[in-house]
């Protein structure tokens, strides 16, 4: 397919944004400067300001004498690319593909996108007429590369469609800096009488390299289409991507749902059609006064059941704050993994920790309280009790060592040691009785001691001799002493669990 | 034609409400009852009722971990054939390694950590909607009447099993729970009076049972069931001298 480029061109991009937020500027000669060696220049200038002779690149000084009235504001250096930026992803909803072009242009990859405008004519002329409705200068061509458009957009004089094919005429009439080119190779050329572009297309290239270097013919190339030109897109273009524009905006929940039922309706055959499954996924609505509302969802396993996916994004549906109403709906799936062939065999018969239904219930939760508040645990090698388990990665993570069944361990465990005090005859007998919680237990039975020692590669620390006791009503602990009997330290006894 | 008796008569509507009750024949679990012992003989089908919500009252660590051990035996039964047991609580205190000393693939136990008591009864009621679960065990504080009929409503299209632990409960108001437990320890006995501690002894109430026999038994979990222990008071204090 043919591509197609679209360029525009903010001609007073930051004047324009100053005049949108302070409206009596708007009659008035205005620039904004930046000190530089001593002196304030004019880095931008109003319509007004411009048409009574003040150019970019004077000094403040000499624009002051030719307007008396002239008003002047500090300039920002970050202010083009932030605006620029804001734009951009405004823009999104005519093409998917837009990258922002400092200092004052943007361009977009608009191939297959004005038909939905009715043709190109009409293309340009809504985006001409939302970006003056802002209150913004703007050019805006289009070509079949981005060289063409961006020199049309800013030289041309004529018509800003540049049918098929036809760069090379629409070129011609231009003055070398429509290029893009750097300012001494203009001058090099202005000197040598080359004025137009038309003066040296047809030149042959060597003399052409020899003479200005190779930038001026890859710039050539690029706005011809012989050479491959790529923008550089805001976001980056996922590639599963459904859009939904809406024709006009929409405010109520069921709308949303409506909508959102549509995209992942598209999105789940597409999956389907591929062997994919989804497992992240971004529902983004583009509001009307431009801003974006996003919710996301997780899954533990691949699916495209849209049912499921429709639930967990119903949760958080609330959350979008549809103002205005929101005028593009899209659905990225950010994350795809190859649905697993023996899903579909036996939706039904699949057991345990494979259960649809199970990843499904979790997806839920997840989705509701956060994925971090569920856990699963596997055997890990260690024999300190900390330090016998870690969290399963995944939902189907098989286990790479078994669970020991060798030791007693206690059912109930405290997540820390609690200090306790105990009666014990030394050095190495469980204690008689102890007090834990200001109760005292005296001690009927007990079994141990077995000691874990401390994983010294991992941790510094006292080994620990471990106990299970069970005093007279029945209450079975688990104790230890941290470290070897030592006269001159009190207290080493802890409470470490309860038995079942 | 035989005149239908009256207590025919009763004992044909009484069969007729069970099931209305959320309380199904096709639920026995023959292996659970087996290793249950005498304590299935408590309920009316004699058989423990899955797909219902069973309620434990715990106070204090030692009784919640007493009771923890109880559910435990039950669901290494419901878990056997490669199920999947959610277990929602506020401050988790399990130690999954203990668990498969009951019986437990303790990687086949998902746990759920949630703060609020709202969260926790919303995410155990959905887990209970899920079918290919064994079972839910939810730790809470309170269950009131309205939280327990949701839960309860949630088991009868699923048919999951569902444990409520009441840990330290503020009071007990009736609720629509099928039964209500209370787990507590008992000195344990090691065979042939040997020295150190033995299979775990539990003391097992069940206060309340809906068309059942509410009754106590001493129990022991050895070897993967519950032996019924009958050994009055007094031999067990003489033991103990005897022992300690």
Known sequence: MQKRFVAIWFRYLKTDWFTR??????????????????????????????????EIGMTVADAKAIVPGLQVQDDRPELAEKLLTGIAEWCIR?????????????????????????????????????????????????????????????????????????????LQPLSPSALRIEAALIERLE????????????????????????????????????EEEWITPLHPIEPYQERLPCMEAIVSHTGIEIGLQHLLDALCRRLLQEQKGLRISVFKGYRVDGKIEQIDIGTNRPTCNVKHLFKLFELKIETMEPALGFELFT???????????????????????????LSELLDRIGGKIGVHNIHRFVPDEHYWPERSFKPATAIDQKLQTHWRIDRPRPLQILFLPELIEVSAPIPDYPPMLFRYKGKLHTIKKADGPER????????????????????????????????????????????????A | ???????????????????????????????????????????????????????????????????????GGLLSCLMRNNGVAIWVSACRTIFPPALKLLGIAPDKMIFIDLKKENQILWAMEEALKCNGLSAVIGEMQDLSFTASRRLQLAVEQSQVTGFVVRRNPRKLEANACVTRWKITSLPSEAADALPGVGFPRWKVELLKVRNGKPAIWEVEWAAGHFEHVAISKAIVVELQKKVG
């Not at chain 1, 009659?27 to 319509?47: K, Q, S």
């Not at chain 1, 290239?205 to 200005?212: G, Q, S, V």
Request: charged share 25%; aromatic share 10%; proline share 3%.
């Open chain 1, 21 to 54: 937020r302070q409206p009596d500027l708007k009659d008035a000669a205005f620039i904004l400067a930046t000190p530089d060696h001593g002196r304030m220049l004019v880095t931008e200038h109003n319509t007004f300001a411009h048409s009574q002779g003040i």
């Open chain 1, 94 to 170: 005519f093409a998917p593909v837009v990258g922002i072009d400092l200092p004052n242009g943007i361009t977009m990859d608009v191939t297959g996108c004005t038909h939905l405008w009715g043709g190109e004519k009409q293309y340009l002329t809504d985006i001409f007429k939302r970006l003056k409705a802002f209150g913004y200068t703007v050019r805006v061509a289009i070509a079949d590369t981005i060289g063409a458009a961006w020199a049309v957009a800013r030289y041309g004089s004529g018509s800003v469609i540049v049918e098929p094919g036809q760069q090379v005429e629409a």
């Open chain 1, 191 to 226: 000197k040598l009488g080359l004025r137009q572009i038309r003066n040296f297309i047809e030149l042959p290239r060597p003399a052409l390299r020899r003479r200005f270097g190779s930038v001026l013919l890859l710039r050539l190339d690029q706005a011809l289409g012989t």
């Open chain 1, 331 to 357: 659905l990225d799936a950010l994350k795809v993994e190859d649905l697993s062939t023996k899903q579909d065999r036996l939706w039904k018969d699949r057991t345990g920790l494979d259960d649809i239904g």
């Open chain 1, 452 to 499: 874990i020692e401390q994983e010294w590669w991992l941790q510094d620390g006292q080994h620990r001799d471990y106990y299970v006791v069970e005093d007279e009503e029945g209450h079975r602990y688990w104790l230890f002493r941290s470290g070897h009997y030592d006269v001159t330290r009190s207290h080493q006894w802890f409470i470490h669990g309860f038995f």
């Open chain 2, 1 to 71: 034609m035989l005149k239908e008796t009256r207590t025919d008569i009763m004992h044909r509507l009484q069969k007729e409400i069970l099931p209305l009750q959320g309380i199904r024949a096709a639920l026995n679990d023959t292996v659970l009852d087996d290793a249950l012992g005498p304590i299935k003989h408590a309920f009316q089908t004699a058989s423990f009722p899955l797909g219902a919500i069973h309620e434990f009252i715990a106070t204090g660590s030692e009784d919640a971990a007493a009771t923890g051990g109880f559910v």
